[in-house]
T-cell receptor
Framework: NAGVTQTPKFQVLKTGQSMTLQCAQD?????MYWYRQDPGMGLRLIYY???????DKGEVPNGYNVSRLNKREFSLRLESAAPSQTSVYFC????????????FGSGTRLTVV | AQSVTQLGSHVSVSEGALVLLRCNYS??????LFWYVQYPNQGLQLLLK??????LVKGINGFEAEFKKSETSFHLTKPSAHMSDAAEYFC????????????FGQGTRLTINP
């Protein structure tokens, strides 16, 4: 099925460990995004990639890095996980400009202990 | 910069009653506005969107929203709530300048009472 695929769906990390969240879309979208969702705070943008080869910081980029590997894939890396990064992470994609809105993945639930 | 405020983090209605979820936005340029729904342990699904055409927008599952520029509002309504409407709802705004970045409200959790 067409859409946005995120892996893994669940992950538990110890403080200080690193990991990469993977995201791939097969809709030929130009733009891709990483959000985190925390109770009572909605979704906050971590990083985005307006097009292949570009990445920019969002609202809450500290502690994260991203790589736009190609047009389909956009990964999020936590170099040294902290308990404050316990959250649900969503990847999304969209056409570069226009009124299309986003297509979201099903999320990665990350717990840092 | 644009922003969104959703009034009420929790809304509870009886089955068959009117659903009204409030959203106010702030934007220096004409916005595009969206409502998303999130069912438990799932991602976000687009309910409807306003893209500067008709101010009354109809979406899926019987929901609709009206864009009111004078009130900077985009409230979501449904005439008769169903148990399956229980979910979290997010209002979001974007402007079409540069990268299309959606800014989300805090979310409203809708509970339906039998």
């Amino acid at each position: 099925n067409a859409g946005v695929t995120q892996t893994p769906k669940f992950q538990v990390l110890k403080t200080g460990q690193s990991m990469t969240l993977q995201c791939a879309q097969d809709m030929n979208h130009n733009s891709m995004y990483w959000y985190r969702q925390d109770p009572g705070m909605g979704l906050r943008l971590i990083y985005y990639s307006a097009s292949e080869g570009t990445t920019d910081k969002g609202e809450v980029p500290n502690g994260y890095n991203v790589s736009r590997l190609n047009k389909r894939e956009f990964s999020l890396r936590l170099e040294s996980a902290a308990p404050s990064q316990t959250s649900v992470y969503f990847c999304a994609s969209s056409m570069s400009q226009g009124s299309y809105g986003y297509t979201f993945g099903s999320g990665t639930r990350l717990t840092v202990v | 910069a644009q922003s969104v405020t959703q009034l009420g983090s929790h809304v509870s209605v009886s089955e068959g009653a009117l659903v009204l979820l409030r959203c106010n936005y702030s934007s220096s340029v004409p916005p595009y506005l969206f409502w998303y729904v999130q069912y438990p342990n799932q991602g976000l699904q687009l309910l409807l969107k306003y893209t500067s055409a008709a101010t009354l927008v109809k979406g899926i599952n019987g929901f609709e929203a009206e864009f009111k520029k004078s009130e900077t509002s985009f409230h979501l309504t449904k005439p008769s709530a169903h148990m399956s409407d229980a979910a979290e709802y997010f209002c979001a705004v974007t402007i079409i300048q540069g990268a299309q970045k959606l800014v989300f409200g805090q979310g409203t959790r809708l509970t339906i009472n039998p």
